[in-house]
């Protein structure tokens, strides 16, 4: 498939050359930054911002501390319950689009708010929720309450906007894997005898495993960072790790802090990616051995179909 | 593609009635927001249509000008930058064995993973550290590289599905290597090159959290304005804003309508 009678020096040379721009610009502008983070995080904090060169684990002990731990507590079940949300609203919205004559019509629609820009976005959650806003006017004038209800500035309204800010980055790894999935397995279960939800829990979903945890992964990670959401609609008890973050960068300007704080961020993420990728790894794995199996059972399927 | 379209039953099911709910609840935002720019009041009280904040957004803002002027500067350069950088790191990496290679795999994949505050407040402190004054050029850099990693994926999966043979019938033509490249390779993954300049330049534009901390006085990009704006309180002119915003991403979406499926896949 692959260029096999090249000599070793000349690819050698060509894939660098082709590839080296990208490779130096990552490492100068992400490995580099990564990298100060982490040696920061081990340093003594400069008067005005900054750093001492001096190895200190100041940092790490400062983060313990009952109120840094409390919003790490918030900020894990704020984006766990904002998460399993999302991925419970996306399993049949992805099942849905997938059975769809109408695909591109629906990720359209899907895509038009997801790239809408995630300021206007928020602003416009805040022009419905606020208390002189669009739901409070609206319910003032149906005479359902006498005044403004506070609906913004705590955590539900976090919530709320976090959902629909990252509902899509669930919606569209799931769409993608469904959408792969053969459905004339769920008939073969419904033939023998399987109810419709059945069929659905114990064929589909063993199938789109890989798709499951993508959208759980890519839909915590950037929520468990969020920063925008909570500082625009949260209250005063709503402040989420990302908060602490660029306080402790913009206001206290305690770098070491801010780096350590980074660095709990970032394991985490990995942490989540490594976990999908072996989950993906397994399903592949799982899936070779059962090949023979499957491409029996998919011929069967086919019987009598052309197939592209 | 559609080899599912067999089904009997009409009635609503369960998934539909999901789908149906979640698309109304993702446009009801929008719709309230562009419904409220041409109330001719000030509050979230509907007074009568009027133009007057669609005037006031194109004819007495002068600091939104400037920001999307910004934007549209920052957009263009770094998504032609990582579209050049990562279609030829692409064609390196699915063609070639070296040293490095999986360095650099490993490396493009990180950025896009890693939330955005942690890529935003990195950059922030590299280039304090190596003393680079914070503005245009540093913007510049931060979108290139959270949009390098798109513009590699996209371009090598369509590179894995290309056939090389393509390729050797070329040499056997007397094609040399750069006509080979030049006149096989770069039209037939052409689809892929320009769906990720699309979705750099949509990235770019969207993007606020990184920019916000790369950014230095006077180099503020439209979200960076759409910001400051909602900060000083609900404005009509925003809604206004809003819906002109709305309309560009559909634009954008409906230009790239051929690759949604592509971007649905690598989003």
């Known amino acids: ?308 | 593609m559609n080899h599912h379209t067999y089904s009997k039953k009409k009635r609503p099911s369960f998934s539909n009635t999901m789908l149906i709910l979640t698309i109304l609840f993702l446009f009801v935002p929008l719709f309230v927001v562009t419904f409220f720019s041409f109330n001719s009041a000030k509050g979230m009280q509907w007074e009568h249509a009027s133009l007057i904040w669609y005037k006031t957004l194109i004819f007495d803002s002068p600091s939104l000008w400037l920001a999307f002027r910004n934007s549209i500067i920052i957009a263009l350069t770094s998504s032609v930058t990582a579209t050049v950088l990562g279609s030829l790191a692409a064609i390196g990496i699915t063609w070639y064995r070296f040293k490095g290679r999986s360095y650099i795999t490993t490396i493009s994949y990180l950025p896009m993973v890693l939330p955005e505050v942690i890529i935003g407040i990195s950059m922030l402190i590299f280039f304090s550290s190596v003393k680079i004054r914070l503005g245009m050029f540093t913007i510049f850099v931060a979108h290139t590289t959270f949009n390098l990693p798109f513009v590699f994926m996209m371009v090598q999966a369509r590179l894995d599905e290309f056939d090389y043979s393509t390729i050797e019938a070329a040499r056997d033509l007397g094609a040399n290597e750069r006509q080979a490249l030049v006149k096989v390779v770069i039209p037939a993954i052409m689809p892929a090159i320009l769906s990720s300049f699309l979705m750099c330049t949509t990235m770019s534009l969207e993007d606020f959290v990184i920019t916000f901390f790369v950014s230095g006085p006077g180099s503020g990009t439209l979200p960076l304005y759409v910001y400051s704006m909602i900060r000083y309180g609900v404005s009509p002119v925003i809604n206004a804003l809003s819906f002109v915003m709305i309309l560009g991403t559909m634009l954008i979406a409906f230009t790239f309508r051929r690759f949604l499926k592509t971007a649905a896949a690598s989003a």
């Open chain 1, 1 to 308: 498939m692959k260029k096999a009678m090249r000599p070793a020096k000349r690819e050698q040379l060509l894939g660098t050359l082709y590839s080296f721009p990208m490779g130096i610009w990552f490492t100068v502008f992400f490995t580099v930054p990564l990298a100060i983070i982490i040696l920061y995080s081990f340093m003594k904090r400069g008067l005005y911002g900054g750093v001492e060169k001096a190895f200190t684990l100041e940092a790490y002990r400062q983060m313990i501390n009952p109120s840094f731990a409390k919003v790490l507590v918030r900020t894990l079940w704020i984006s766990m319950l904002s998460t399993i949300l999302c991925v419970l609203i996306a399993i049949p919205v992805g099942y849905a689009m997938a059975k769809s004559r109408h695909q591109t019509l629906l990720l359209f629609l899907i895509i038009i708010p997801f790239w809408t820009n995630s300021l206007i976005r928020i602003y416009a959650w805040i022009s419905i929720l606020s208390t002189e806003g669009f739901l409070n006017s609206l319910l003032i004038r149906l005479g359902i309450v006498k005044e403004g209800l506070h609906l913004i500035y705590n955590n539900g309204s976090v919530i709320l906007v976090l959902v629909y800010m990252y509902l899509p980055f669930a919606i569209l790894p799931l769409f993608t894997t469904i959408d792969k999935f053969d459905f004339f397995l769920l008939d073969a279960a419904r033939d023998l005898g399987a109810t419709k939800l059945e069929s659905i829990v114990k064929v589909m979903f063993p199938n789109i495993k890989s798709g499951l945890s993508t959208a759980f992964i890519f839909t915590f990670i950037p929520i468990f960072g969020a920063y925008t959401v909570p500082l625009l609609v949260g209250g005063k008890d709503s402040t989420m790790i990302g908060n602490i973050i660029v306080d402790q960068v913009s206001k206290t300007r305690n770098w070491p802090l801010a780096s350590a704080f980074s660095m709990i961020l970032t394991l985490v993420s990995l942490i989540g990616v490594f976990w999908m990728l072996a989950s993906a790894q397994k399903e592949a794995t799982g899936k070779k051995q059962n090949t023979l199996q499957a491409y029996e059972q998919k011929v069967k399927a086919h019987h009598g179909r052309s197939r592209r």
